[in-house]
């Protein structure tokens, strides 16, 4: 039987749509840009701090961190309000960016990190439940495309302002650019989200759910982080992290069946078109972020181009994933099986990956630019997808907590994900040696016979990388598959987006 349709919001003021939408696209750009910029610049971090080993924690910090904030600010913003949840997620942020710009050592970079995550965590959830709250379920792929290349954009740039600031400045310069642009931010949001409808509604927060998924996840990432490095990977310590995370995931499972909040809803998420819109963003989403933080180092080691130059051929990915987000959202608010348009797109991401996997090295900046493109416009379309789908099958009370949860297991696919890939580069080869190596090769003054030998180890690595990629998102498209096609609610040109 098909659900009945969710409430839909109340007419919204046409004329604040944009200001609103402008005030929110800023926020978004400096979490989105966060999650990358700083991935051409890790070499280079390690190098200063004397620390290699532990270079990874950089990243996964931040996205651990942002995975636990993501569902809390949903659930905490249908409680308070969506204005002054955003400007906490704000302020929390740029006092993490500047812990970061000024950490003396590793251990605290990471830290500072962890609390940039928890703020940038806040942010793109509560953006995405402003759009529901202010257009109807037809109206939002338009306007939730507009987002998707909002993120898109910063998570490609990144990579490419890391790149420059740390060629030719310094790699603290990556978190000290975030403080003006983030003051901004919040003067901007503060304004427009003023205008915005409350949907009110008393939760309690799940602290103890909560704390089992970060130990259950530090636990796997801690096992993915140092094996193959710093122990074996049938080492005591690796298999005991290991098996203590499954213990732990299974601890967080039991305890959101009893909870009377749970951390994550799972009567929401065991919602079949839900649950599969959760398993198909899961994979999507999160290679997309795994791959934002390897694909800069594959460049470098594989191809040999510069922390700088590799940003640049970023580009053509930000060019295709903006064109396949902005597609697929024109297309679902005029398409009746709109469906179809992921299960179109996907293929060809996968197609490409496996064509990486096959041969890794040898591929020209013209060559690697048309690849990458093609791959983002076929992964780009499943940023509104997953979130107009979800959104449309919840009411409006809901919106906060179901677009924290879909968020929630976006990064923590990423976090995850990005794990893996970098245990796949770091892990491949004996005794710790791939963080040793990236070291020798991207120093300054590094040989071209040096780079060459280092291109070889590492292209059977990256092609490993890629194979698992298109698996992962053969996993999103098969849940595209089974999940239900229910229309969507509302006109479809009530608000025209600006051009």
């Known amino acids: ?22 005030g929110l696209m800023l926020a978004m750009f400096l979490s989105a840009l966060e999650q990358t910029i700083v991935a051409p610049a890790l070499a280079a971090i390690g190098r200063s701090l004397n620390d290699v080993e532990n270079l990874s924690w950089v990243v996964t910090a931040y996205l651990l961190s942002a995975t636990v904030a993501t569902p809390l600010f949903g659930k905490l913003s249908d409680i308070y309000g969506r ?11 740029l006092a993490g960016s500047l812990a970061c710009a000024l950490a003396p050592s590793m251990g605290v970079l990471i830290a500072a990190r962890a609390l940039q995550g928890f703020g940038g965590g806040g942010i793109l959830p509560l953006a995405q ?10 109206e939002r792929p338009i306007f939730q495309s507009y987002s998707s290349v909002m993120f898109m954009t910063a998570s490609i740039l990144g990579p490419l302002a890391g790149g420059f600031l740390t060629d030719y400045l310094h790699w603290s310069f990556i978190f000290w650019i975030m403080l003006p642009m983030g003051f901004v931010a919040l003067a901007t949001t503060d304004r427009a989200l003023k205008l915005i409808p409350r949907n009110d509604r008393p939760h309690t927060l799940d602290g103890i759910g909560a704390a089992l998924m970060i130990a259950a996840a530090l636990a796997l990432l801690l096992a993915l982080s140092w094996g193959g490095v710093r122990y074996p990977w049938s080492s005591v310590p690796i298999v005991a992290l290991l098996i203590g995370s499954l213990v732990l995931w299974l601890a967080f499972a039991w305890w959101l069946k009893r909870a009377p909040e749970p951390f994550i809803p799972l009567s929401l998420v065991g919602e079949p078109l839900i649950g599969l819109m959760v398993v198909a963003a899961f994979f999507s989403i999160g290679t997309i972020i795994g791959l934002s933080i390897v694909v800069p180092l594959y460049l470098e080691l594989v191809l040999g181009f510069s ?10 990915y930000v060019v295709g994933t903006s064109f396949g987000s902005l597609s697929s959202g024109r297309l679902m608010s005029r398409l009746a099986h709109y469906k179809r348009v992921p299960l179109t797109a996907l293929p060809l991401s996968i197609a490409t990956f496996a064509l990486l996997a096959w041969q890794p090295a040898g591929w020209s900046l013209v060559s690697v630019c048309a690849i990458l493109m093609v791959n983002g416009f076929g992964v780009g379309t499943m940023y509104p997808f ?10 409006p009370q809901r919106f906060g907590v179901a677009t924290g949860t879909l968020n929630f297991f976006r990064q923590l696919g990423g976090a995850i ?7 796949i580069v770091l892990g491949g080869l004996e005794g710790g040696e791939g963080a040793r190596l990236i070291e020798t090769v991207t120093a300054h003054g590094a040989t071209a016979a040096t780079r060459t030998a280092g291109a070889a180890h590492f292209a059977p690595l990256f092609g490993w990388v890629f194979l698992a990629a298109a698996l992962f998102l053969a996993a999103s498209l098969l849940a595209v598959v089974l999940a239900e096609e229910r229309p969507l609610r509302g006109p479809a040109t009530r608000v025209k987006p600006a051009e």
């Open 83 to 93: 204005r002054w949840m955003m400007l906490i997620a704000v302020a929390i942020f």
């Open 1 to 22: 039987m098909t659900p009945a349709p969710p409430q839909q919001p109340q007419p919204f003021d046409q004329a604040a749509v944009r200001p609103v939408i402008a």
């Open 129 to 138: 439940t402003v759009i529901a709250d202010i257009l109807t379920p037809r």
């Open 417 to 423: 994900i990005a794990a893996v890939f970098v245990a």
């Open 386 to 395: 997953s979130t107009v789908t979800i959104q449309n099958a919840v009411e």
């Open 307 to 316: 922390a700088s130059g590799g940003g640049v051929a970023l580009i053509a």
